[in-house]
């Protein structure tokens, strides 16, 4: 996002919290880095002051016993960094979301961009009670809130697409029966739409930032593997993916290590998802580069 937002007029101020910035970023002359602690809201005041807009990315998720931390994470973090913006006149917040926080939502039935669900994965709800949370701290005051709730990213080097390769290659990928509705957007969608809800004023609420056509999650991870030539994944039963992401957080929490999986994740990746993309539409005024999956293979 940063390297995609430097390629326009602005100016960044990027925010480290552990992790240190590549060279290529930090060394830009159109970058200033700080750093700070997200949970502690004193550090942050020097980062929100004189800026225009926050662009807001961080959490945490590939670590085990996710109902340890996600309240904290997806949520407390979110309410530090939104009260100081608030007092240091940031002018647009803008939270990076996902429509899984309305949960179980067909063709038939799209997410709508509702604060008014009650989503069972943990991850779900705690960055849905972090939407609340924001538009709550801007009534009556100067900060525009805007959520953009993107579906599943890919892209060559998102994280889960690479994982997906690797885990192919190796025979070791499989996915569930149950037809599963996924709503996808290809990475320079992503970006684009990040941009525009940066530069245009009209902009306030939430918005669902999907490509054109969702498509059923088995259906397009039987795409990747004909598109990378190897074999379709297998289907197996739903308790096998409960029982791997059980043993994966067992051992990741016995090692001290991350993990792939989590059974949140499954919960959450269990749930069909489609949304409802016509404030995009209509009031970002977004054309997809890629419309459909199918159109973005090339990117992978």
Not at 55 to 77: D, E, M
Not at 129 to 141: H, N, T, V
Request: charged share 20%; aromatic share 8%; glycine share 4%.
């Amino acid at each position: 996002t940063a390297r995609h937002l430097l390629g326009g007029p602005h100016r960044l101020r990027l925010f480290v919290h552990k992790t240190a910035l590549p060279q290529d970023l930090a060394n830009h002359p159109n970058v200033t880095v700080t750093s700070g602690d997200l949970d502690d809201p004193a550090s942050l005041t020097k980062t929100t002051t004189g800026i225009d807009c926050i662009v807001y990315v961080a959490g945490v998720l590939f670590k085990p016993s996710p109902q340890t931390f996600l309240h904290r994470t997806n949520t407390i973090y979110v309410r530090n960094i939104v009260d100081v913006a608030v007092r240091t006149r940031v002018a647009r917040f803008i939270l990076i979301g996902f429509p899984h926080v309305e949960e179980d939502t067909t063709p038939d039935f799209p997410a709508l961009g509702s604060l008014d669900a009650h989503p069972k994965s943990i991850h779900a709800w705690t960055r849905l009670e972090a939407e609340k949370y924001l538009f709550r701290a801007c009534k009556d005051k100067s900060m525009k809130p805007i959520v953009l709730r993107a579906g599943v990213i890919y892209g060559r080097d998102m994280k889960l697409i690479q994982a997906a390769r690797q885990l192919m290659k190796l025979r070791l990928f499989a996915i569930w029966r149950k037809p599963t509705w996924v709503h996808l957007l290809a990475l320079p969608d992503f970006l684009r739409s990040v941009e525009i809800a940066i530069e245009r004023d009209a902009l306030h609420g939430i918005y669902n930032v999907c490509d054109d056509y969702p498509v059923f999650l088995q259906e397009f991870v039987d795409a990747l593997a004909a598109h990378w030539g190897l074999p379709k994944p297998p289907r197996l039963p739903q308790r096998c993916f409960q029982l791997a992401a059980t043993l994966c957080e067992f051992f990741a929490t016995v090692l001290h290590t991350g993990t792939p999986l989590t059974s949140d994740m499954i919960c959450m990746a269990m749930k069909s998802v489609v949304a409802d993309t016509s404030r995009m539409k209509q009031e970002m005024q977004m054309e997809l580069l890629y419309p459909t999956f199918r159109h973005g293979l090339a990117l992978l």
